[in-house]
Every structure is written in C-alpha cells, then in structure tokens.
C-alpha cells in the first residue's frame, strides 16, 4: 500500500505565492507519474500539473507560465510552486501518484486534498 501525505496550501493574496509538496510513503518499485489536480466549488476536478517519468512535464493552459511542477526522486516528492496566483485558483488541490508495484503493473493513488483559497 502506498500513502500520499501533501502539505502546503492555506490563504493568500491575489498575485501572491505558495507551494505545495506531495511524499509518496509504502511500497513503492517506482514512479510512473506524479501531478496535481484541483476542484474548485461545483466545477469537476481537473488536472493542473504532471511530471512523468523521463522528466516530461505537462501544464493546464489556465496555470502555464505561472506553476512550475517538480519530483525529488530520491524522496518519492512531488513539489508544486504557485505564482501570481489568482482569485480562480482558489480549490482543493488534490496530489495523484501513478506507482510501480512491480515491473509490471501499475495503481492510482490520491492525497487527502489541501485547500488553496486567493483572495482578491
């Protein structure tokens, strides 16, 4: 079993900064992909941030320029650095792992959720 421990989040002003990280704990033979969505009030969860394995990144239009994803490997941790944040940034943002179990398969896991809230 593999647990996702996030930290981070909390309030912050319009244009302001913050991080949040993401450890990864448990069996794990390895990372296939880590990254970030988010669930704003009524709206669907989207993803916002992933970095898979290889080091390919990839961005939703609405944060590119903006957010930056990172992975320490060595800690089984994905990093997510917010800038100029905006008022609709403002959700739950939820960590997602895609872990190794073996060589040959694959599960999904998902963090318990920080809450970002931006004010204007």
């Known amino acids: 079993q593999v647990q996702l421990v996030e930290s981070g989040g909390g309030l912050v002003q319009a244009g302001g900064s913050l991080s949040l990280s993401c450890a990864a704990s448990?069996?794990?033979?390895?990372?296939?992909?880590m990254g970030w969505y988010r669930q704003a009030p009524g709206k669907l969860r989207e993803l916002v941030a992933v970095s898979m394995r290889g080091g390919v990144t990839n961005y939703a239009d609405s944060v590119k320029g903006r957010f930056t994803i990172s992975i320490d490997n060595t800690k089984n941790t994905v990093y997510l650095q917010m800038s100029s944040l905006k008022a609709e940034d403002t959700a739950v943002y939820y960590c997602?792992?895609?872990?190794?179990?073996?060589?040959?398969?694959?599960?999904?896991?998902w963090g318990q959720g920080t809450q970002v809230t931006v004010s204007s």
């Open positions: 448990g069996s794990i033979f390895g990372i296939n992909r």
């Open positions: 997602h792992a895609n872990i190794l179990a073996s060589r040959v398969s694959t599960n999904d896991y």
